[in-house]
């Protein structure tokens, strides 16, 4: 009896994976496709293979030995996560596209976009019209991949706040904060 308490308790001593592994291709829209869900991973990688590890709440994805994307495992079937930061490369080369694109709106339906974002995008909208409008708010985007978001976001208020309405003064903040 205490031999078998003492076989049950001990944990291996090696590392075992909790995760299936999966390589699914990258379709033409940057998703890779998983148990009937697709996820978005860097544009870049669109064409290419690369390896899916398949966790009980999480999906992560890798390219080259580096995680390119992680999401949250879908539940049901035939669903799409996609995030903003995946599609910034081709937003920057379209920017009108920003607007309708489903990223942007999972990105307001999960609560990972400010509001102030919006108002600034107004802003600039009523002053510059719609296209350049865009293209500024890309750029304002891509400033999330050198500095911290909460950052960017706090020079997007200031920028408001000082009626400055341009994504080359959050462009300014950014860089020459001291958060």
Not at 30 to 47: D, I, K
Not at 112 to 127: G, M, N, V
Request: aromatic share 6%; charged share 25%; proline share 4%.
């Amino acid at each position: 009896r205490d031999g078998e308490r003492m076989l049950l308790n001990t944990l291996p001593t090696e590392p075992h994976p909790t995760w299936e592994e999966a390589t699914p291709r990258v379709d033409l829209k940057a998703l890779a496709t998983v148990r009937t869900n697709r996820y978005s991973v860097p544009a870049s990688l669109a064409g290419l293979k690369i390896r899916a590890r398949v966790g009980a709440g999480e999906i992560s994805f890798w390219h080259d030995g580096k995680q390119v994307a992680r999401h949250e495992r879908l539940a049901g079937k035939h669903q799409i996560s996609a995030q903003l930061d995946h599609y910034l490369d081709l937003l920057a080369r379209k920017p009108g596209a920003l607007a309708r694109s489903l990223a942007l709106r999972q990105e307001r339906d999960r609560g990972d976009w400010p509001a102030c974002f919006d108002e600034l995008w107004t802003r600039i909208q009523e002053r510059s019209g719609r296209q350049e409008a865009a293209r500024q708010m890309v750029d304002v985007l891509l400033l999330c991949r050198e500095h911290d978001a909460s950052v960017v976001q706090l020079a997007v208020c200031g920028a408001l706040t000082a009626g400055s309405h341009d994504g080359r003064a959050v462009k300014l903040l950014v860089d020459t904060s001291v958060w």
